[in-house]
């Protein structure tokens, strides 16, 4: 097999060749129209046998279609000495000289564009890339940078710990979770933010710094004090040497991220619009439906979310509270619960039916007065990462105390019953068992978990992270340890984030 | 041609002409990857041609030593759910 072609294609490249192989590619290889099909369909069996299998080629030379496993192409082709033929499966060019399949860079570009032009008419959902080739320019970077690292099953690139600055183990382990989030790494590790701000207190510039920093391959702990400094001066409410809320740190930082974005003021007329990385990956829509209980007409809002703040049961809210609208696979009572809540259970909670009450009368616009009526909330559109926040710290004018309930939650996570569509199909009268096989849309991986020890008045956050698919790590401040799955199953779980398991091109 | 080739031909013939052949190819490709089979026999491939020899080795070397394998190890359950499609497209 050379890489440069054989020579024996020359005795073919005469004429209209390349028009020739077009058609052939168009008609008997990837046949995107109706009729290329119903052509196709028709006549792509051997002269010989009639079978349609048996790696069938056609002949480039004439008309002439045979099966490879059964030699007829290759009797052909000696009997008429018509030494190439494609493979009507994979539009591979083989030469009988050669013995070989060959890669003819001219006919290969026709293949690559024939192809392409014929997955346009193809079920619209087809993941419509390939493979990525190096361009001159681009081979002539490589080269010139001949430096590189290599990812190894144990490596530990991307794993730094990070110094203590005074109670901002709330900081630190944010910035873990976010450092190892796929495509967050990747974007930033891509160089894919250009500034566009004309002072130094960027925060995006500034987490392009610390990606650079995590990934630079040094096993020291870093200091973020630069990252400090400018969360204090964007988001106040965070300054101070006092222990935060971890997961409030959250929600500033991804909200400092999103508004420096684009500091140039096209956010500012279009803010529910933005198409920046935070956004892609972070923003889900959250579904909220108010049905009127006399007219039964249902009033749809959705609103943008970056997590999920769950309630536990333990806190002052009942976790179960008996709801006469609810639907029948709701459990009514805490004494029925068998087992350790889990994630499940939360979420479950979280999207069922609410009865509201007579004192939350809602203005129905179907029968124009005060009306009962029931509230559900179902995901409408799920986030790339999904953030789950467990309520733990309860705050009520009665009392302040941290939630200590063990909450069990999975590797895996299967978004599927809390979607919006999910419910319509329920209501419809349609089951689950009848989910389209195709879609892995709802599937997701959990790959970092916050942790809180302590009490309200004085605790640590910690937090454990996945690198390479199966293996984790616990983030204690400056100190990186291996960790277990059991590990982190068996952690009280306060911030979980999980990951889309399947990601799909737009 | 016997009834069961002519009925083969006649089944492959609908499936190409709806298209549904070509869905029923992405499906199976999605699945075998999440299954890990691709990983697997690239794997094996790889080894194939470290045998051979990079210079020496031919697309039909690789096709006889790798085809056996990768007809053995398609999960019963990838097999279950594409047949359950092919039933209920000619239903």
């Not at chain 1, 995901?379 to 790339?384: E, G, R, T």
């Not at chain 2, 709806?18 to 990983?39: N, Q, T």
């Not at chain 2, 790798?66 to 209920?88: C, F, H, M, N, Y």
């Amino acid at each position: 097999m050379s890489p440069a072609g054989c020579s024996h294609v020359n005795g073919y490249k005469v004429e209209n060749w390349k028009q020739n192989l077009r058609v052939i590619y168009q008609c008997f290889v990837w046949s995107g129209t109706a009729e290329t099909r119903r052509r196709k369909a028709k006549s792509c069996i051997c002269h010989m046998c009639g079978a349609h299998l048996n790696r069938l080629h056609s002949c480039l030379y004439c008309v002439f279609f045979g099966c490879f496993t059964k030699k007829h192409i290759h009797e052909h082709a000696k009997s008429k000495r018509h030494n190439l033929a494609i493979d009507l499966l994979y539009g591979g060019i083989y030469c009988f000289v050669c013995q070989d399949y060959i890669y003819d860079k001219d006919m290969e570009q026709i293949a690559k564009e024939e192809q392409r032009k014929a997955w346009k008419f193809a079920v619209p959902n087809l993941l419509t890339y390939t493979t990525w080739e190096p361009t001159k320019r681009e081979l002539e970077l490589l080269r010139h940078n001949p430096k590189r690292r290599k990812i190894t099953t144990n490596c530990t690139i991307g794993l730094r710990g990070l110094i203590n600055l005074g109670n901002t183990c709330f900081m630190n382990c944010i910035v873990q979770a976010l450092t190892h989030t796929p495509l967050l790494r990747d974007f930033f590790l891509s160089d894919r933010h250009k500034c566009e701000m004309q002072s130094n207190s960027c925060l995006v510039c500034e987490m392009s710094q610390l990606f650079q920093e995590f990934y630079s391959g040094h096993r020291s702990p870093h200091i973020p004090f630069r990252l400090l400094h400018l969360v204090w001066t964007h988001a106040r409410h965070l300054a101070g040497y006092e222990q935060q809320d971890a997961h409030e740190f959250l929600i500033a930082a991804l909200d400092v991220l999103h508004r420096h974005w684009d500091d140039n003021g096209k956010k500012a007329n279009n803010p529910n619009h933005c198409n920046c990385i935070i956004d892609q990956i972070f923003t889900g829509g959250l579904q909220s439906d108010v049905t009127c209980q006399v007219c039964h007409g249902v009033s749809t809002t959705i609103d943008p979310f970056w997590d999920i703040s769950l309630d536990l049961p333990g806190s002052s809210t009942p976790f179960w509270p008996l709801s006469p609208g609810g639907d029948g696979s709701t459990v009514n009572g805490e004494s029925h619960m068998t087992g350790p809540t889990t994630l499940t259970d939360c979420l479950r909670r979280f999207t069922r039916p609410e009865h509201l009450g007579s004192s939350a009368k809602i203005k129905c616009g179907g029968c124009h007065s005060y009306q009962e009526s029931t509230k559900q909330l179902t995901m409408k559109k799920l986030p790339i990462v999904a953030c789950f926040h467990l309520k733990r710290f309860e705050h009520s004018a009665k009392l302040r105390r941290k939630i200590t309930t063990y909450v069990s939650f999975p590797l895996e996570l299967d978004m599927t019953p809390f979607m919006a569509s999910s419910k319509e199909s329920r209501m419809n009268g349609q089951y689950q068992q009848t989910v389209d096989i195709l879609n892995n849309d709802n599937k997701y991986s959990l790959f970092a978990v916050v942790n809180h020890q302590g009490t309200l008045e004085s605790g640590h956050y910690t937090s454990f992270i996945r690198q390479h698919k199966d293996q984790w790590f616990k983030c204690d401040d400056a100190i990186i340890t291996k960790a277990s799955i059991k590990d982190v199953l068996d952690s009280e779980g306060y911030l979980l984030f999980y990951h889309k398991q399947f990601l799909e091109y737009e | 041609m016997s009834k069961d080739s002519q009925m083969r031909a006649a089944i492959n013939q609908k499936l190409i002409e709806m298209g549904e052949r070509e869905r029923l190819k992405e499906l199976l490709r999605a699945k075998l990857v999440e299954c890990g089979w691709k990983d697997q026999l690239k794997a094996h491939c790889k080894d194939v041609i470290i045998e051979k020899g990079l210079e020496h080795v031919t697309v039909e070397d690789l096709v006889t030593e790798v085809t056996p394998k990768g007809r053995a190890l398609v999960p019963d359950s990838v097999k279950k759910e594409l047949l359950q499609r092919i039933r209920a497209f000619l239903a």
